[in-house]
Structure formats: C-alpha cells, structure tokens
C-alpha cells in the first residue's frame, strides 16, 4: 500500500550524517504522510534525535535531503516547529511571553501575538497562568508551555523529541491522550521520537523502527484497526498488545 | 547569625571590630591606629571641606569613566570570546595573563603612554576591572544552555534578535558577577592610579595625611572609601541576586 506523492507532507532521503567518526545515520529514507503522527522509535543512540533535528534544518546531514511539501529543506523555517525534550523555555520570560516567543522572533506585533498566544494558552490548559515563570511551573506545565508555543505558530508539521520524558506517568497517559485529540482535531504532521514501546503504538499512525549506528528504518509498522475505538479502549485492544509484543521481540537483542 | 536562638541583624560583627578599634586606639598601642571614635570625629570634620569635596569628585569621576570603559569594552568582548572560537584563541591567553599579572608594574608604562592627567588614571582604572568582566561574560555565554540557542534558531531568531533576546539574558547573572567583581578592583586600580601616577584625588589625601602623620584624617578617608565600595558591590549583589532568581536553572 503507497501513500500518493501530493499525501506525503516530509520526505527523508538517502540521509547520511557522521559525527566526525561516528556515523549515525547511513541511508536513511522514510516517508511521513501528510496529517498524521509518525514515530520515530529505536534503542539509545541509534540517531532519532539526529534525524529530528535534520528535518527540522537545525543540523546538516553529510548526505541525502529532506523534502517538506516537495521543498529541500536549507534550514529552519516556518513550516515547521520544534517540542523540546527539555522544553527549553526562557527562564526570564513568564509563560505568556515564552508561548509568544516564536511569533516574537517573528516580528508580528505585540497585541496580536499575545491574543493568539493567549487562546493556545487556554488550550493547552494554563490558563491563569500567563504571568507565572517557568520556575513556578511542574515539569508537565513546562512542556504544555513548549508546546502551546511551537503550536502558535502555526507550522505544518510539528517534531517533538521526547517531550514527555520528563513528566510522570499519570501525566504522561494524560498527555498522550491530548496529543491523539490534537492530531484529530489539527490538520498537522507529527513526528514524533519515543523510548517508549507503547507510547509509540498507542498514539502512532506509523511507526518506524530504527536500528543501532549507523542507523536506517528496518521496519514501518502501520497500527490500524483499533486507532478509532476511543483513548480508552487502545490499551486493551489485541492488536495493541499485539504489536507492543512484535516491536518488543524485533529490539530486544538491541538492549542486551 | 543567630545566638542563643536570637537572629541578629546582616553585619553585626562590624560592632565587635568597631568595639576592638576603639579599645586598640585607646590603649595607646601605636600612633598609626588612633581610636575610632576620634576617626570619626575627624571625619565629620573633613568631609564638607573643599578638599575633600574636591578630592572625592576627582576620585569618583576617574573612577565611573573606567568603569564605564571597561563594561562597555569587556561585556561585548567576552560574549564574543564566548561564540567564537577563533576570537577565544586569539585573545584567551592575555586575559588571563592580565587577569593575574601585577597591574601596578604596568603604570609607569601608562605614565609613559598617556602622560600624568586624568587620562591615564582613567586607564589604569579600566586595566584593572576589565578581565574579570571579559572573563565573566565568556563563561556566561559558553553556559548557556545549547536548546536555548536551537530553540532560537528553530523559530528562524537572526544572529541579532539571538545576541539581544537570549544571549545577554542567558549570560546577565555572570556578566553581573564580573561587573561586581570588577568594580571592586576598579577602586584599587584608581587609588594605586591616583597615588602613582599625578597625585590627586583621594590619592592626594593619604600621600598629605600619612607624610604628615595624620592618622586619623588617613583612616578617615580609608572609611570613606571602604564605604563607598562596599555599598557599590552591595548594590550590585543584589541586583545579580534578582536577576539569577529569574534565570535560575531549572
Ligand atoms: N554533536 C555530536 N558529536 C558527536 N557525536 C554525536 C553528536 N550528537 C550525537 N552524536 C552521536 O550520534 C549518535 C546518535 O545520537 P542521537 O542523539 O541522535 O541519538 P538518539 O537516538 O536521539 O538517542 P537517545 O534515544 O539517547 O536520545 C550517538 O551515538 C551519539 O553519540
Ligand atoms: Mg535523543
């Protein structure tokens, strides 16, 4: 089954990237379908972040290209926005001004960021607490903060680099349960990096495996039927627990 | 500092040492330390003289314009050291020679250069506050945390908005700590300026006071001083202090 060419919304090809000798990623190609939520999942090491930050024009690759809607990627741009795994908020600037920050960056003026911020805010589930700084928040608000920011403004496709690594697990389900809405409810593309087996199944439309350096995808996995029985009924479906199972057996010689 | 439970207040110990001035002057132990209160009362006498006005405004503009020379030369400075490596090669060895080599060797050069005037106190003032306030910046900029800097850059940030809106910021907490630091020895580099160099200004009033033996009118500038600086450094603590409160780490 092909995805048509005008459906796929970033095109990673034939990437290579060294590190000086470290060879990280060698001939890597993958495909991320337009409006849905892509999972990059792999042992410690093997090159995710790597990959990310390439789509996202924050580190050239030693070969290959990435497409986003048919253009080489050069650099950042606005077509794209970055969930940090340590949020990377400005301690200095209270949630207001750091949900703003991208459109700040770029030159929109002041009353008309901080309404679209503000309505983000208020989606995320901050509000009240524009005026806080980050040392005021949780680490589960932290990340909320980083996201309302990289969803303000408004790129097409979303990375995020683990960004619930850092919560707690109740948080955590939380988040995961949002993001499936958030994917539904916004026309965007996610790529999304995970340690986790079950995150990536549980919020994944595709799942790609990578294997250790130098890395390439040694498996898509494409989790179908139960992705529309509702957040709650995922956790028990058969074919979840199925292809937690199946991921499982393909890294483990990996983690010994 | 609590006793018996009791939180006393920032600096009591001062009291003790005043107590132990005063006992030591009374004693009658050496003419160079006269009791404090006699200090005291000689400080009230001098201070609204002429001279002492004189030498006061002296000392506090040589000591503001190389002040102001050094931050305005060594924060831009650094935070540049700090980005580029090429810059950092060129120029760390002699900050750090400068930072730790005896600047008072230097003056008679500086006499040489810039003549006896207000010119060269003013430089020998910048020469000793300026590294630390160079080295300062740099570290504050190589702290910097590296996803800031992406950060910046995934949101498309020019090499400007990133230098203004997240550089300085960043690095405000140390570059502080090096304006601290550096304002503390920009009051030895005036002094040693004014006393070598043209004998004016607070310089002037310990070379008269201590040839003629005044003791007191000596340690009565002395107070002035130590005074003035500590509150400098006071005030700059507590702005680094509020700052570092909102860039702490989290
Ligand atoms: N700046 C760098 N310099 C040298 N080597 C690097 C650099 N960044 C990453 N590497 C190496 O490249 C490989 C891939 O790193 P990367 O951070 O992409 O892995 P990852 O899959 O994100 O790992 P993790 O799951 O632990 O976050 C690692 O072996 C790492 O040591
Ligand atoms: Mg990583």
């Known amino acids: 089954m092909r995805t048509p060419a005008s459906e796929i919304a970033v095109t990673a090809r034939r990437i290579s990237k060294n590190y000086g000798a470290v060879e990280a990623l060698r001939n890597l190609s993958l495909d991320f379908p337009r409006g849905q939520l892509t999972s990059l999942l792999g042992p410690s090491g093997c090159g995710k972040t790597t990959l990310l930050k390439i789509i996202a024009g924050l580190l050239e690759p030693t070969s290959g290209e990435v497409e986003v809607n048919g253009k080489a990627v050069t650099g950042p741009g606005p077509d794209r926005a970055f969930v940090f795994q340590d949020f990377a908020l400005l301690p200095w600037a209270n949630v207001l001004r750091n949900v703003a920050f991208g459109l700040e960056l770029r030159g929109i003026a002041r009353s008309e960021r901080e309404a679209i911020a503000e309505g983000y805010i208020r989606n995320v589930g901050l509000a009240g607490f524009e005026a806080s700084y980050p040392h005021e928040l949780s680490g589960g608000m932290r990340q909320r903060v980083g996201l309302a920011r990289a969803l303000s403004v408004d790129a097409q496709v979303l990375l995020m ?96 | 500092m609590t006793i018996h439970g009791y939180r006393l207040p920032a600096m009591s110990s001062l009291v003790l040492w005043a107590v132990l001035w005063e006992i030591v002057g009374r004693s009658g132990l050496t003419f160079f330390i006269p009791p404090l209160s006699e200090v005291l009362q000689t400080l009230f006498q001098i201070i609204g003289t002429p001279a002492f006005q004189n030498a006061l405004q002296e000392t506090v503009v040589a000591f503001l314009a190389g002040i102001l020379a050094a931050v305005a030369i060594g924060i831009p400075v650094g935070i540049l050291m700090g980005k580029s490596r090429l810059v950092d090669e060129m120029l760390l060895p002699w900050v750090n020679m400068f930072l730790s080599a005896p600047l008072t060797a230097l003056v008679p050069v500086l006499m040489v250069l810039f003549g006896f005037g207000m010119k060269s106190i003013v430089i020998t003032t910048t020469l000793f506050a300026i590294w630390i306030i160079i080295l300062n910046s740099r570290a504050g900029v190589k702290q910097i945390d590296r996803s800031l800097v992406e950060m910046a850059r995934s949101f498309g940030a020019s090499p400007l908005d990133a230098f203004y809106k997240v550089y300085f910021w960043a690095a405000l907490p140390e570059i502080l700590g090096g304006v601290r630091i550096g304002v503390i020895r920009g009051v030895k580099g005036v002094i040693i300026g004014q006393l070598l160099i043209s004998v004016v200004g607070f310089g002037a009033l310990f070379e008269l006071y201590s040839s003629n033996f005044l003791m007191s009118h000596f340690w009565a500038v002395l107070l002035v001083l130590f005074a003035m600086a500590f509150a400098l450094s006071e005030l700059l603590a507590h702005l680094e202090r509020r700052v570092s409160y909102y860039a702490a780490k989290r």
């Open chain 1, 161 to 256: 680099d683990e960004p619930f690594s850092a919560v707690d697990e109740q948080t955590r389900r939380k988040f995961q349960e949002d993001l499936l809405s958030l994917v539904q409810r916004e026309a965007k593309t996610f790529i999304f990096v995970t340690h986790s087996i079950e995150e990536a199944v549980y919020v994944s439309d595709q799942i790609a495996i990578l294997l250790p350096r130098p890395s390439r995808v040694s498996e898509i996995i494409r989790p179908g039927g139960f992705r529309n029985k509702g957040a709650d009924q995922i956790r028990r479906d058969p074919e979840y627990l199925d292809i937690v199972d199946e991921i499982w057996a393909s890294l483990r010689r990996y983690v010994e």
